[in-house]
């Protein structure tokens, strides 16, 4: 025949009805439909039948007077010629015996086995239709039939749409009972199809025969909790098995498994599976902290959390913090609220986190003073928010000695939006604000340029402007030289930390999740800060100068920080150094120093001052004291001065490596993944075999012997078990139960200040759908 000369297949089994094949009403119709019995004859089921319809199409005939109906006939036949026939199987496998009446098996289990394994080799699917109980419950009387079995009931609404269907009311089954003895007896038969069965390419891509084992499972557990994407995570086991057709399910499975994985590993997402993380943590970690807020019918309000690593390394870097509510972290609408500081290597580093569900004072106030007791009532020197009014409150109320500073980002960017309709906003209105902002070196003569452009501009009567300009000691630079502020002066630190769980976290991620992921944050910035310090302790920056004083700082800086240092090094070739005054050991330097911006050259005016007896330098930039970094002007001074060795006060412990800091000894608090004891002795098992197969796999002789070893020890398993206690039971800590009386709600949804709820876009199609359904209803309700 045709099919086997062209695809090697089997004739098609002489339940197939090959008139559907051949009719041209079918031919282009929906293949989902229910297909009309009346076109089957009475004796399709005759294999003579099926030849004499075959003869009338043949090969010498393929070209010759075709018309558009036959040549489409023969087009779909040509299609579906891989498609149909009995599965062929391989000389190294034994054909499943067709099932008959009578047959016995001793379990329900042995017998879905049974049929699933004559399906798969049949080229059909499998599914339980009926199951019949006992009183007891006890299964007693099955039904499994062909997976196309049942008629297609249309569910969706709009007609012109239908969906796809593999219904075609399939009579295939067998009926099987339970007897006295207890074993399973097949009572009927039905092995007649009405529809094409697949070939064997097919077969793994039926519902029935879709597997996905346990070591796939494992492998996509992992790949997904180092957050590997599911396309590559599901095209790893394609390589590995080499190609689809090896794959026993395909990448829907795994996603659903992933899905379901992440269900039982994140907990449901309310606040119960919160407080049994936070009691896990407890167990793994002396000194993590928690902290839930819930009101008086317990729902939950606010969640604070720190681990010990974070809590040593406040004691360290815990000068300067930022603190940022403006991205949106969950389905319930809770801005995540991260306390961020600068570490050794200028990275941020987390000191602890909360979720808010309301952005108030009283919120505020919570949090602070949880984080602040969290610290051993130990505040922070300075602290950078956005421009939130309630926040500010609270920050006076908790932090009344902090020195509090906005956000100068937010700020500026809200320039178009407010200024914009200026008619002269691009043409110097917004450079004479940058230049009041960033040119002015004493309060004085910001407030004189700040007051010359509004006159200029006509804006004294601007709200907003008036509104700013009242906390001008809140953002103007000029205002915040006498802080320190390691290097910061936004919440970019805050914002930069967000942008690590962009990917991860969504409008629709659960609390559990999201604390999850927190704890995968955690882990890359632990790694990236041991990888800093392993550079910094092996590598050398080479100097750039013959200065003693870059020798000095190379070798005690970290390298992120002596880079710098360098980099102010460098600058001082564009500096011009004029000694002005000097009264006793005071000395007074003018310099005028080239700076170049946007290939805008610019020359800008500093006064430096230098006592002699105290070592002491102080430059009206002020660098130093707000970034901890020796300007360019001071190294120019200290140039002329001849001093090779700067003094110990301008080498800050802050930026040292050579400095022993404790909380790089303590573990984070995220999750093991392989706390527990199965899931160690798994990889265990896994690691010893991948050796012995590297080892043996050269030996087709290695080979067979371990083959043996291993189907020796299968049997053993089978036949006994090792141990009456399993080992898992004693692995991992447990979950102190002790207050779990008391069910915390999860938090009722909330909007944010300036975030919407979502930042998908909606596209058009889906608009004018949403108004047709607004007009559907509409004239519901009028008729």
């Known amino acids: 025949m045709m099919g086997e000369e062209e695809d090697g297949m ?161 009579k295939a089954k067998i009926n099987a009972t339970l007897n006295k003895n207890d074993k399973w007896v097949i009572t009927t038969v039905e092995s007649a199809h009405n529809h094409i069965t697949v070939s064997p390419k097919k077969t793994r891509l039926l519902r029935s025969h879709r597997r996905l084992d346990e070591h796939n499972q494992r492998i996509l557990d992992l790949n997904d909790r180092a957050g590997i994407r599911m396309n590559k995570n599901y095209f790893s086991l394609v390589v590995e098995a080499g190609g689809f057709e090896n794959l026993e399910f395909q990448e829907r499975d795994c996603r659903n498994f992933i899905d379901k994985s992440r269900h039982l590993r994140l907990g449901k997402g ?113 602290i950078i928010t956005d421009q939130d009014r309630a926040m500010k409150n609270a920050i006076q109320i908790v932090f009344p000695e902090t020195r509090h500073r906005y956000c100068l980002w937010h700020i500026m960017r809200k320039l178009p939006e407010k200024l914009g309709s200026h008619s002269h906003f691009s043409t110097g209105l917004k450079t004479s604000i940058q230049s009041a902002l960033y040119d002015s070196q004493t309060c004085r003569e910001f407030e004189e340029m700040w007051g010359e452009l509004l006159d200029k501009y006509d804006l004294r009567g601007n709200n907003w402007l008036t509104s700013l300009y009242e906390e001008r000691s809140y953002w103007v630079p000029v205002y915040l030289k006498d802080v320190f502020w390691a290097g910061m002066s936004t919440t970019q630190r805050s914002e930069s930390m967000n942008a690590f769980f962009d990917g991860y976290v969504h409008s629709g991620t659960t609390l559990k999740e999201f604390v ?63 000694l002005v005054t000097k009264q006793g050991c005071i000395s007074t330097f003018d310099i005028l120093d080239e700076i170049s911006i946007h290939d805008c050259n610019k020359i800008v005016h500093y006064i430096l001052y230098y006592n002699e007896e105290e070592c002491e330098l102080k430059c009206t930039c002020a660098l130093f004291e707000m970034r901890g970094i020796l300007c360019r002007h001071a190294l120019k001074v200290l140039h002329l001065s001849r001093i090779n060795v700067v003094s110990d006060r301008y080498v800050l412990d802050r930026w040292r490596k050579d400095q022993k800091r404790t909380y790089t000894l303590i ?112 004239c519901k309700s009028l008729c």
């Not at 089921?45 to 090969?59: L, V």
């Not at 141990?723 to 979950?735: Q, R």
Request: contains cysteine; hydrophobic residues 30%.
């Open 10 to 170: 089997a004739p098609r089994p002489p339940t197939m009805d090959s008139q559907s094949l051949m009719t041209s009403q079918n031919t282009f119709g929906d293949p989902n439909d229910v297909p009309d019995h009346n076109l089957y004859p009475p004796n399709s089921s005759n294999p003579e039948y099926c030849q004499q319809q075959f003869s009338a199409f043949p090969e010498s005939s393929e070209n010759v007077g075709c018309t558009f109906s036959d040549a489409a006939d023969e087009m779909l036949f040509d299609i579906n010629e891989d498609l149909e026939g009995t599965t062929v199987i391989p000389d190294d496998e034994v054909r499943v015996e067709t099932p008959r009446a009578g047959m016995e098996f001793v379990s329900e289990n042995e017998l879905m086995d049974y049929y699933k394994k004559y399906a798969k080799q049949e080229g059909f699917g499998v599914r339980t239709q009926r199951t019949k109980r006992d009183d007891e419950g006890r299964s007693v009387y099955v039904t499994i039939g062909c997976a196309r079995g049942g008629k297609y009931q249309p569910k969706n609404i709009n007609m012109s749409k239908p969906r796809a269907t593999t219904k075609t009311d399939c």
């Open 270 to 382: 309310g606040g119960d599976a919160l407080y049994d993380y936070f009691q896990r943590m407890r167990k793994q970690n002396d000194g993590f902290v928690s902290s839930m807020d819930v009101d008086d019918d317990g729902r939950l309000r606010n969640v604070f959390w720190a681990d010990a690593r974070s809590r040593s390394a406040y004691e360290y870097f815990g000068d300067v913090v930022t603190f940022d509510t403006t991205y949106l972290t969950n389905r319930y609408g809770m801005p995540f609220a991260p306390f961020v500081g600068v570490n050794h290597h200028g990275h941020s580093i987390l000191l602890g986190a909360g979720l808010l569900s309301s952005e108030d004072t009283q919120s505020f106030v919570w949090l602070f003073r949880t984080w602040l007791d969290c610290m051993n009532g130990q505040a922070p020197k300075a």
């Open 516 to 578: 999850d992921q927190f704890d995968n944050a955690l882990r890359k910035k632990v790694e990236v800060e041991t990888t800093a310090d392993f550079n910094s302790s092996n590598q050398i920056i080479p100097c750039v100068s013959p200065f003693n004083f870059e020798k000095q700082f190379q070798k005690v800086y970290t390298n992120a920080k002596f880079k710098e240092f360098q980099k102010e090094l460098m600058g001082l070739m564009c500096c011009n150094c004029t």
């Open 667 to 778: 573990k984070s608090s995220y999750d093991d993944v392989r706390a527990s004891g199965d899931s160690r002795r798994y990889e265990m098992v896994v690691k010893r075999c991948m050796k012995l197969a590297t080892k043996i796999s050269l030996s087709d002789e290695r080979v067979n012997a371990f083959l043996k070893v291993v189907d020796d020890f299968d049997s053993k398993c089978d036949d006994v078990t090792f141990g009456t206690t399993s080992e898992s039971t004693k692995v991992g800590p447990n979950v102190d139960t002790a207050d779990k009386g008391k069910k915390i709600l999860s938090p009722n949804v909330v909007r944010g200040k300036g975030r919407p709820p979502s930042k998908r876009k909606v596209p058009p199609v889906e608009k004018i759908t949403r108004k047709r359904k607004v007009v559907a209803v509409f």
